[in-house]
Structures are given as C-alpha cells and as structure tokens.
C-alpha cells in the first residue's frame, strides 16, 4: 500500500478496510458463520455472519461492475454466494480487492469526480454516485460490517 494520486489513495483505504474486515474473521469458527444472530430482523443480509460476508464480498463486486458498466461494459451482477469456511469468505475478500484494483487500472485520477448526472452511476437503490462517491461508499460499506460483526464476537 502506497500507490500513487487519488486513485492510489482510494485503493490503499479500500485495500485496508477489507484487510481490516479480514483481521476480525479470520478468528471465527466454520460453525459459528451459520449462527443464526437475529431471528427478527427482516434483512436477510444480517441473519448470520454468513449471511454478512456473502453481502459484503457480493456488493465489493457490483460496486467494480458498476464502474466498468459506467465505461460503456455490460457485466452482469453476480449472484450472492455462501460459504461453510471463513477461509473461503477470507479468499473471497482478497479477490474482490484485487477486482477492484484490476478496475481501476482503466481509472484516471480526473475521471472520479463527475458533477454531470448523466454521467454518474445509478446505484440499484437509486442514488447517483460518480466513481469517487461510489468508492468512498464501497469503504464504508466494509467498515460498517466489519463494525457489525466485532459488536456480534
């Protein structure tokens, strides 16, 4: 970590959050991923850590097919993926970064801000995001579970 410019910078904080996220599961049990932690929520994405993980590492994707989409691609959203092994979870992370870097490869330090919304990315839950606000999310979306599944330990 130590990248250059705005987009090095942006790399290097999603790189650790997700590195972060990484530090706090690598310590829980196989078992205790499919514990079921709140029988009453209606979000199925909180159910278990499981259930956490699979959204964090399927989000971390569409948030880079966003941003291909954005250049003109047609990637097709994943479909969610649940694993039996935090190893599998602690793989999976590492690959959504390394996605994300690949990415951003085709991404100019002038390219991330967008003040024309035409040009931003429209989000499935409707907000508009041009790619510094959608990467600036994509962090906090990380930090926000990871923040979750310490509270859960």
Known sequence: MNRQGAVGALLDIYEEAINDLKDVIKTISDNA??????????????????TILSHVVRSGYIYAINIQNLKGLEIQRP????HLTTAEYL???????YYMESVF??????????YDNSLKIKTSWGQLYDIEQLMEHAIVHVLRHKRQIEKIK
């Open 33 to 50: 991923l499919t514990k079921i932690i709140d029988e009453k929520t209606t979000n199925e994405d909180c159910k278990s850590i499981q």
């Open 79 to 82: 479909e969610k993926v649940f």
């Open 91 to 97: 793989n999976d992370l590492t690959n959504v970064f």
């Open 105 to 114: 490869k085709e991404i100019k330090d002038k390219e991330l801000e967008q």
